[in-house]
């Protein structure tokens, strides 16, 4: 059983920037894969970006690359979302979620555990 625990979240102006953290519990956190999703009210929950086990490998949603960067620290059990040109359509609540012993993947029935999420609010 892994715990997934976001935060960073907030209220910031368009292109203003936040930094998303999810910590993770257990020991083999390193083995897996983790993403990140937004879900916006009245929208299906969107894939946002993913990391490999080792870090070595990243994938995004088109429009948010170039703006947004994930990352992983493995012996602090947390990966980031640093997220910059916010835009007011961006505003969701954004979820982690791991995959354990697995590639990378953008779709969220391929993740097996999720965070609570933290709410993203992009003002104009």
């Known amino acids: 059983q892994v715990q997934l625990v976001e935060s960073g979240g907030g209220l910031v102006q368009a292109g203003g920037s936040l930094r998303l953290s999810c910590a993770a519990s257990g020991r083999t956190f390193s083995g897996y894969s983790m993403g990140w999703f937004r879900k916006a009210p009245g929208k299906e929950r969107e894939f946002v970006a993913a990391i490999s086990w080792s870090g070595g490998n990243t994938y995004y949603e088109d429009s948010v690359k170039g703006r947004f960067t994930i990352s992983r620290d493995n012996a602090k059990n947390t990966v980031y979302l640093q997220m910059n040109s916010l835009r007011p359509e961006y505003t969701a609540i954004y979820y982690c979620?791991?995959?354990?012993?697995?590639?990378?993947?953008?779709?969220?029935?391929?993740?097996?555990?999720w965070g609570q999420g933290t709410q993203v609010t992009v003002s104009s």
């Open positions: 979620a791991a995959r354990p012993f697995a590639g990378i993947a953008n779709s969220d029935a391929q993740y097996v555990y």
